[in-house]
């Protein structure tokens, strides 16, 4: 575990403040991070309790930033894997999960700033999502070892694994729904009332590898984005009815 940072304030140069007066908008400025990862960034995720960017990196750390008003940011805090991290999102309370390629899910808590190990599969760690539920809140996790696991936080052991056909490659949740996208362009769709029995089946629309999915929120109907590698957007919806 170690902190980083220092408040930064960058202004546009060059190519890239040429792009902003070629495309009028010199009004705005980017907010550079300070102490950028050293290698290429595979997750960010903003908290919705605070001012607060999570960053996980090929180069193995997760990071957090304070991003403040006037283009301000400041390290908050940082930890490891033993391989790159492939996935970040926030729980509650000022907890970070993390999933990475050594086969591990780790918890950062900012308030103490310390990691802890809270999943394991057999295989890298491809997604986290953590799941508010009425009976409280779960980490999900999903791996190339072909399963998406639920924690409790409060226990060593899964409390519940689903198999899947083929590696996960992305899923997303909106309570009570999940969705999980593997390879074979395989879509699974999961209510959460059963979550270990797949609700409905489907092969991407989509002609290439799936690289990611995403949920309907705050809407009344129930559906998903899908993203592959061939640079096309697919809309689907869970419930038929919807699709009119």
């Not at 103490?112 to 809270?118: E, N």
């Not at 779960?138 to 399963?147: F, I, R, Y």
């Not at 592959?228 to 697919?234: D, L, P, Q, T, Y």
Request: hydrophobic letters at 35%; a negative charge; charged letters at 20%.
């Amino acid at each position: 575990m170690a902190f980083f940072g220092h408040t930064n304030s960058t202004t546009p140069t060059g190519n890239r403040n040429q792009f902003i007066q070629n495309t009028s908008l010199s009004a705005e400025k980017d907010v550079e991070m300070a102490d950028p990862p050293a290698d290429s960034i595979s997750s960010i995720e903003f908290s919705s309790e605070a001012d607060l960017l999570a960053v996980g990196s090929w180069d193995d750390s997760v990071r957090v930033y304070e991003v403040g008003a006037g283009g301000q940011s400041q390290g908050k805090a940082m930890h490891h894997h033993q391989g790159p991290v492939l996935s970040v999102c926030w729980g509650k309370d000022g907890k970070v999960f993390s999933g990475g390629a050594d086969n591990v899910a780790r918890m950062l808590d900012i308030s103490v700033g310390q990691g802890t190990l809270v999943a394991q599969h057999d295989a890298p760690v491809k997604c986290v999502k953590w799941v508010d539920t009425p009976g409280g809140g779960v980490l999900a996790t999903g791996s190339w070892d072909k399963t998406i696991k639920y924690w409790d936080l409060r226990t060593s052991n899964p409390v519940a694994t689903v198999t899947l056909p083929e590696r996960c490659y992305s899923f997303d949740v909106q309570y009570p729904f999940m969705v999980a996208g593997t390879a074979d362009r395989q879509i699974l769709m999961y209510n959460l009332s059963n979550p270990q029995t797949p609700y409905k089946t489907m092969i991407s629309p989509l002609k290439g590898q799936i690289r990611v999915l995403s949920c309907f929120t705050a809407t009344s109907t129930t559906g998903f984005a899908i993203g592959s590698v061939e640079g096309r957007v697919a809309i689907q919806y869970i419930e038929d009815k919807d699709s009119s």
